[in-house]
């Protein structure tokens, strides 16, 4: 059975950091490239970060470059999101899927962040 498990969402105060994690189990996590998502209160989902399935390459959208780090561990099957200088506008549901945009082969469950003071 396919699965990833997100965890590491939470509360956190303007300017403050989260590290969220998704762990996958079921298919060669090494083959694929990874990507974290997220849906807003009340808007569509939204691309965030990617990283090949190396580990080599990363990608961000504008939003988020400079604040955001995406990494993965091919021995422990997980990817990570490093979240700093957060902003209420990060406030959504984030979710990793396993593949790039246009074209995810699997989803987690998601994971709620929530930004305020």
């Known amino acids: 059975e396919v699965q990833l498990v997100e965890s590491g969402g939470g509360l956190v105060q303007p300017g403050g950091s989260l590290r969220l994690s998704c762990a996958a189990s079921?298919?060669?996590?090494?083959?694929?490239?990874m990507s974290w998502v997220r849906q807003a209160p009340g808007k569509g989902l939204e691309w965030i970060s990617a990283?090949?399935?190396?580990?080599?390459?990363?990608s961000y959208t504008d939003s988020v470059k400079g604040r955001f780090t995406i990494s993965r561990d091919n021995v422990k099957n997980t990817v990570y999101l490093q979240m700093n200088s957060l902003k209420p506008e990060d406030t959504a549901v984030y979710y990793c899927?396993?593949?790039?945009?246009?074209?995810?082969?699997?989803w987690g469950q998601g994971t709620q962040v929530t930004v305020s003071s």
């Open positions: 079921g298919f060669t996590f090494s083959e694929f490239a």
């Open positions: 899927a396993a593949g790039v945009s246009g074209s995810y082969a699997y």
């Open positions: 990283i090949n399935s190396g580990g080599g390459s990363t």
